[in-house]
């Protein structure tokens, strides 16, 4: 029983060991960057999100909303969000099955998203789909180049979008008014 016990514990480790090492320094850095654009929105932290793009950035949502791809700066989108995603009383942006390829400075990934949002009693609207991302190496730090959202279905009212907005800035205030300083 002991020597069987010795064993498994043996093969976990090496296991783990294996696991560990097939993960490199920058691939981390990119699967960080990537899980924490999920939680950096749904937490409303965007003086923090606006770090993981690049100054210009191409966002691509035509397959939920039709239009064209927009260029835009990582401040002008940081803005958009902010003046939309706290008007919800939740979000949450569940992301799995990431998938990184690094060629040098440049990566590309794609995870598959379920994006849940929560309004009133009965607002409810979510997509799932697949996140994909191009990113560079710049001095040293992974930034996203480029979002493409690609659409699979939806749940809920899209009704729930419309009214955001409304409450966006007064509960982005009642967030910041709960920071933390460590001045």
Do not use: C
């Not at 993960?23 to 960080?32: G, P």
């Amino acid at each position: 029983m002991k020597f069987r016990y010795w064993i498994l514990m043996v093969v976990g480790v090496l296991s783990m060991t294996v696991n560990a090492q097939t993960l490199t320094r920058d691939e981390a850095q990119i699967r960080s960057a990537l899980n924490s654009f999920s939680a950096m929105a749904d937490q409303g932290a965007y003086e923090y999100l606006g770090r993981l793009f690049s100054p210009e950035l191409t966002v691509d949502y035509t397959s939920l909303f039709g239009g064209e791809p927009q260029k835009v700066s990582r401040q002008d989108l940081m803005k958009q969000w902010a003046g939309f995603l706290p008007g919800f009383d939740t979000t949450y942006h569940e992301l799995s099955n990431m998938q990184v390829v690094v060629n040098g400075s440049s990566v590309s990934a794609k995870v598959d998203i379920t994006a849940s949002h929560w309004l009133g009693d009965d607002g409810f609207w979510a997509v799932t789909g697949e996140y994909a991302f191009l990113m560079a190496k710049v001095e040293g730090h992974w930034h996203i180049t480029s979002v493409t959202l690609k659409a699979n279905s939806e749940d809920g009212s899209r009704d729930i979008l419309a009214q955001a907005p409304r409450f966006a800035e007064q509960k982005l205030k009642a967030k910041e008014a709960r920071k933390n300083s460590f001045e």
